[in-house]
């Protein structure tokens, strides 16, 4: 029988991370993960085109992976949970950081070398 708690949460999950499997979302929310940033950061900071940011953008907030702020005419956006800020900084560890670099490049030189 299927545990319909593991199974909520399964799916959760997996909503989670359909959200950050695009480059431009995770990038979005890894320059987010540093603090509130506006649109027009973004957009420089990223080199993406407004309309791709916005559609980007758009699919994060129906995700509630972030919030918005409105001062005036500009729009500001930030990480909307702690969950979210958690994540990406395992992401980071994992995939981005000078270590995991390292530990990757050390892997596959022995790959290398058992192969020859």
């Known amino acids: 029988m299927v545990d319909q708690a593991m199974l909520a949460g399964a799916t959760e999950a997996a909503d989670f991370l359909k959200a950050l ?4 979302r995770l990038l979005i929310l890894c320059h987010l993960s540093e603090g509130e940033m506006s649109v027009s950061e973004l957009e420089t900071a990223l080199g993406l085109r ?3 940011l916005s559609q980007q953008l758009a699919r994060l907030r129906s995700d509630e992976l972030v919030d918005t702020r409105r001062d005036g005419k500009t729009i500001y956006y930030s990480l909307a949970s702690e969950e979210v800020r958690k994540l990406l900084e395992l992401m ?9 670099k390292a530990a990757r490049e050390k892997m596959a030189a022995a790959r290398n070398s058992a192969a020859a």
Not at 92 to 100: D, Q, V
């Open 92 to 100: 980071y560890n994992l995939f981005c950081s000078t270590e995991a």
């Open 50 to 52: 407004q309309p791709t």
């Open 21 to 24: 499997g695009n480059e431009n």
